[in-house]
């Protein structure tokens, strides 16, 4: 017995040891090294906001949507439009390769925070993804400091006695009522709800552990499937088969279809739980091999379109779809995160903060990539 668990543990860590769930596992540690200095910057967004100031987004769009509309997001901030942001407002901005700074961000007033790559005006405070440092893809990488910074800006937000409406997840029962009672955000501060003062640091070191919690559960849980789907994805190219990448979700589907996955997996939106959605009308055959990279809801309409053509389905969702249990040619991959997607509660407050999906999704995706191109 001893002898079997021993080439276990061997054959995992032949597996894993390049694992991009822990590669941004190390990225999420060294972003958690910038939250001290997030506090200031906080301070001072926080003050704007709670004196009337807006805030707004703007840079990589699959970041901007991220961050937007978002679990556990604040409801007021929006995307930058051709309005050009006053002196007491708030941009939070994800600078793109190639592509020149906004033309509203020039010669701007309002405070902007960026995210990721440094832009051209030094007088911005810049927080690093850190994404060189474990070679992850830097448009997954920005979600991380940019969730971190959201939470500092809550948690110096209490300290004002402000407390700002956080979207809930539309999957659970007051999501959307919920956006209707705060008017999607025009009603940007509670008056009803009262919440203690949250220390600097709290509310984004716990989103870290959170996360890192998350990664590494899927890592120990779901290693088999994984290694399974990126064989299975090996057999595909090997036959010459068609090999589809559909995902869901505000990172997705720019993390798949423009990035190097896309040169891959033939990308596309499949949005699963969503019956009135469009879904991509693509046909299948035996030995093409399809991933979905979900959200809360299984994909039995994929399921049941692809497995009667003898292709095969690997899918991210919260939970199983009952017909296909026992079926040998789907895979379920548990991403481990809560049905609210949010995962840092907040004392006194009745959703919690912050979105896991898009990180522990995306890093997902990523290792799927991984053992999809391994030699």
């Known amino acids: 017995m001893t002898l079997l668990i021993g080439v276990i543990g061997a054959t995992m860590a032949a597996s894993n040891g390049d694992s991009y769930l822990a590669r941004v596992e190390q990225t999420l540690e060294c972003a958690r090294g910038d939250i001290v200095a997030m506090r200031p910057v906080a301070e001072k967004a926080a003050n704007a906001l709670a004196n009337g100031g807006k805030l707004l987004a703007a840079g990589q769009s699959s970041l ?21 942001p006053a002196s007491g407002d708030v941009v939070l901005f994800t600078p793109e390769a190639g592509v020149a700074v906004p033309e509203p961000l020039r010669d701007t007033e309002a405070l902007v925070v960026v995210f990721g ?41 209490t300290r004002l006695g402000k407390m700002p409406v956080i979207y809930e997840s ?24 009262p919440v203690p ?10 989103f870290v552990d959170a996360v890192k919690a998350m990664l590494e559960r899927v890592e120990r849980e779901e290693r088999v499937q994984l290694d399974t789907t990126g064989a299975w994805c090996r057999e595909a190219k090997a036959g010459n088969a068609q090999l589809f990448m559909y995902s869901m979700g505000h990172l997705f589907p ?5 990035t190097e996955i896309g040169k891959v997996f033939r990308s596309s939106v499949w949005n699963a739980g969503f019956r009135a959605s469009p879904k991509p009308d693509d046909t299948y055959h035996s030995g093409d091999m399809i991933v979905l990279i979900g959200y809360q809801q299984p994909p039995d309409d994929l399921l049941r379109k ?9 899918f991210l969702a919260l939970r199983h779809e009952r017909d296909f249990v026992h079926d040998h040619g789907a895979i379920w991959i548990d991403p481990m995160w809560d049905w609210p997607d949010a995962c840092v509660p907040l004392e006194g407050y009745d959703v919690p903060l912050l979105a896991a999906s898009g990180i522990v999704n995306g890093a997902i995706a990523w290792e799927i ?7």
């Open 117 to 157: 790559a440094k832009s051209a005006r030094p007088e911005w405070p810049f927080f690093s993804n850190h994404a060189a440092k474990a070679n992850i893809s830097p448009t997954l990488a920005n979600a991380i400091p940019a969730w971190l910074f959201t939470g500092e800006l809550i948690a110096a937000l």
């Open 306 to 314: 692809a497995r009667p053509a003898d292709a095969r389905v690997a």
């Open 369 to 375: 990539h991984r053992l999809a191109v391994k030699e």
């Open 254 to 258: 720019d993390e798949v279809g423009k």
């Open 170 to 193: 539309i999957g659970t029962y007051g999501g959307i009522s919920r956006m209707t009672q705060y008017k999607n955000g025009e009603i940007a501060f509670h008056d009803d709800r």
């Open 197 to 206: 003062l949250t220390a600097a640091g709290v509310v984004a070191n716990r």
């Open 64 to 84: 901007v949507s991220e961050i937007c509309g978002r679990a556990g997001g604040l409801m007021m901030i929006r995307p930058l439009k051709e309005e050009r």
